[in-house]
């Protein structure tokens, strides 16, 4: 059963940081590329960041610069770094495995106020 367990959500106010962080089993990860997409309060689910399995990574736009996506193989965990937050980025954030994004995680709220 593949199980992909998000943490480190929460309230932060703009420019402030935050680190999410995945846990995933059930899946061989070394070779699973990862993901993470986020969802806005009646928006579309959209793609962050994505990483395969060696140091390919890719970014949305908006997150360019801001955010970064890396993974342990040793821990099967996946981290999202984001900084210099806005409150655009607030939204729930999706963790996801897979070469065609099959799994997913339950999410983790995100909320950038002052």
């Known amino acids: 059963q593949v199980q992909l367990v998000e943490s480190g959500g929460g309230l932060v106010q703009p420019g402030g940081s935050l680190r999410l962080s995945c846990t995933v089993s059930g899946i061989i990860f070394s070779i699973t590329p990862m993901g993470w997409y986020r969802q806005a309060p009646g928006k579309q689910r959209e793609l962050v960041a994505r990483i395969r399995s060696g140091v390919y990574t890719n970014y949305a736009d908006s997150v360019k610069g801001r955010f970064t996506i890396s993974r342990d193989n040793a821990k099967n965990m996946v981290y999202l770094q984001m900084n210099s937050l806005k409150p655009e980025d607030t939204a729930v954030y999706y963790c996801?495995?897979?070469?065609?994004?099959?799994?997913w995680g339950q999410g983790t709220q995100v909320t950038v106020s002052s």
């Open positions: 996801n495995a897979g070469f065609n994004d099959e799994y």
